[in-house]
Structure formats: C-alpha cells, structure tokens
C-alpha cells in the first residue's frame, strides 16, 4: 500500500469505501475523515490532478456524500420543512442545491436533494450527521416519515470529456440528460444512478452505486472504458471548486452562518407555501440585513498551498475577521479565496491585509465566483 490508513485510523469505527481497494491500487496518496469515512485526497500532485480536470477527465469516489433517504406518506412535506428551497416543481428524476436551516436561520448542512418519488427524496451530505438533525425534527413534526442512511455510493466522473465517456457506458440518453437531472440503469448489471451534478464547476457527472459489493468492479468498467479519454483517478480538486465559488461546508460556511451572509439567497424562498424551519428568522435577517458576508479575494505574493487553518484578516491595522479558504489559481495566477468580514468592508476593492503563516500579505475584496459565473461550462 502506497498510504497505510492506519496512520490516522485505530480499528474499525471509520468506515472504507465500496471503492477502497481500487483507491489504494490507483496508488492513494493520502485520506481525511469525512462523515465518518476516509476519503481519499490525491494521487499526484494538486495541480497536476487539476490539470486533468481541465484537459480530461477524472475520477473520484466521493461515498462520503452520505445519503440520507426521506420516504413516507409525508415524505415531500417533511422534505418542504427541512429547507427554505421551494421543491415543489422539483419532479421526479430532478435534483436540487438545498440548504437545511435551524430556527436561526443557520445552515445545518447543504446537500443535493434528488426526488426518486413523489415522497421519497435522497440527501447526498456534506460533512455532519443529518440523519440524527432529520430526526429529531421528524420526531416533533407530526408527519409520518421513514428515515435511513443508505449505502449508495457515488462516484464522480468530471471534466470536459466526462459526457463522451458517459455515452460510452449508457448509451445516448446521456446526451439528453439535463443538468440535476438523473437517471436510473444497469452498468452490466451493476445498478446505478446517474445525476448531472459535481463539485467542480466543470461538465460532470455522479454514478451513484446502489450495490456496495460491487464497487471495485464498477471502478474498473469506468476506468477501462475512460482509457481512451486520459482518465484519471484523483480527489476533490478544491483549486477548481474555489475557482468556481463552490463553497465547504464545515469551513466557509457552519451553523453559524444564515444563506444571506453567504450571498445564497437565492436558495431562499421565504413566501413558498409548505412551511420550513427557520422562516420567521430568515425573514428577519432579510429585512434587516446582515453584520457580516462571505466574499471573494485576491491575495498577494507567492503561490499559496490550501490553508490548514483560518487566516486572520485586518482592515487598516484593525482586526476584521477570516480567511475561511484560499489557494493559488495556476491559470489565473493568482492567490485566491473567501474571507468572512464585517459588511462594511465587503465591498469589491476593500484593501485588507492577510495574516498568513509567512507573514501579513496584500489582498483585496473582488467578486466571486472567480471564474464561469454564470456556470455555463457546467450546464453546457
């Protein structure tokens, strides 16, 4: 083994991947924890894995988007109730970006919902335990619902040649399948799901694997038939996802944080019909405004490697809070980011200086996203 796991894992209470062992013989370099799984993190270097995600395509196993499932008579009530997101023209065989919110208004987690039917809804989760937050609200709603995580397991396959490889596998329906749209279908016989999702900003795609037993098998029909495409294994590119203005939960935004702070009020809908937990105070927040905002930056000097911690931020020799992720954009050649700072200073062109561990650095308020705004690579 090229990454021995036990250097972060004693016995048996993380769990490993449908797709570990293929990980670890595509010559793994390295895993974090996430919900409670590893996760693999690269297999080359940053950048060169990047660079494949820009020219080819990629693959990586992304099981830890553990999949909590909402079913029962009151399944899409009990779906309305967990996010400020209007679901109601979401059908079946479509997907949504949500948010779940507290009855502050902060951000329990923000999943990709899938609407399998008309009451039975799949939350692909970021990094924390919403099956004990869905039910603990289930157990005061008065709605009849089932709740489980399940074991499907998603791979992501991104890049710019990720819907020729597609095609390849499912046949032309991949060509018709719009963007949160998905599909279910058999990869000889392996049963999956297929969604027009990603965390890459680029054209890409998710094979969710329904069988857990068969994880390195669908790993290696993906990976032979993407040969002639260049693909790669590698892990979650977060040069190309800062690019793209995707943010991580757990880092750029907590419980601690309301969607307006975030600037993801369009992911809001205060006047829709079904009720949802945290209206009244994101009413509030939106009436008065907000103290302080995620933005975008620029920041000076030389390239910098992913932050470990948050960076302190000062305005004028003051304190004026955080860088929550930055990185060193090769294309734009250009240390880029999110800072969370006091509104008053969320301005494009504020001037700021970065307390990074080499020293205070430069930067500067700019838009974000960095790159593809209005997200048409991803939706081509």
């Known amino acids: 083994m090229i990454f021995d796991p036990a250097l972060i894992q004693r016995g048996a209470r993380l769990k490993r991947s449908p797709y570990f062992a293929a990980t670890q013989r595509a010559g793994c370099l390295g895993y974090t924890v996430y919900n409670h799984m590893l996760l693999p993190i690269r297999y080359a270097s940053f950048e060169a894995e990047y660079q494949r995600l820009l020219a ?26 967990l996010t400020p997101r209007e679901l109601s023209k979401c059908r079946v065989g ?27 809804f799949w939350l692909a989760c970021a990094d924390c335990d919403v099956l004990l937050w869905a039910k603990g609200v289930a157990r005061g709603s008065g709605l009849q619902v089932e709740l489980r ?34 599909f279910r279908t058999e990869l000889q016989g392996i049963p999956v799901i ?5 965390w890459t900003g680029e054209l890409g795609y998710e094979l969710y694997l ?20 260049r693909i790669a294994a590698t892990g979650p590119s977060d040069i190309r996802r800062i690019e793209a203005g995707i943010l991580n939960y757990g880092i750029d935004m907590t419980l601690d944080n309301n969607p307006y702070e975030l600037g993801l009020e369009r992911l809001v809908n205060l006047d829709k019909a079904a009720e949802f937990i945290g209206r009244d105070a994101l009413k509030r927040i939106a009436r008065e405004g907000v103290k302080k905002k995620l933005v975008g930056v620029e920041i000076g000097g ?65 838009p974000m996203p960095f790159i593809d705004p209005k997200k048409a690579i991803a939706k081509s």
Not at 194 to 198: L, Y
Request: charge should be negative; glycine fraction near 10%; hydrophobic fraction near 40%.
């Open 94 to 120: 479509e997907g949504r970006y949500v948010l779940l919110t507290d009855d502050a208004g902060g951000i329990v987690n923000d999943p990709v919902l899938l609407r399998l039917e008309e009451n039975r």
């Open 302 to 366: 030389a390239g910098m490697d992913l932050n470990f911690t948050r960076y302190p931020v000062r305005v004028e020799g003051r304190p004026a809070g955080f860088v929550t992720s930055c990185v060193h954009s090769p294309r734009l050649k250009k240390n880029i980011g999110y800072a969370m700072l006091p509104a008053e200073y969320s301005a494009a062109g504020t001037r700021l200086e970065v307390q990074a561990p080499d020293g205070s650095r430069s930067a500067v308020v700019v």
């Open 56 to 81: 080819d395509v990629t693959l990586w196993d992304v099981s830890v988007e553990r999949n909590v499932e909402i079913a029962g008579r009151d399944g899409l009530r009990f779906a309305e109730l």
């Open 210 to 229: 329904l069988d857990p037993a068969r994880g390195v098998e669908l790993w290696d029909r993906v990976m032979e038939a993407g040969s002639r495409y």
């Open 149 to 182: 995580e399940l074991d499907a397991a998603p791979l992501q396959v991104q890049g710019p040649r990720s819907r020729d490889l597609l095609k390849d596998l499912f046949g032309e329906r991949v060509e018709r399948l719009g963007y949160y749209h998905f």
């Open 194 to 198: 297929v969604t027009r999702t990603g």
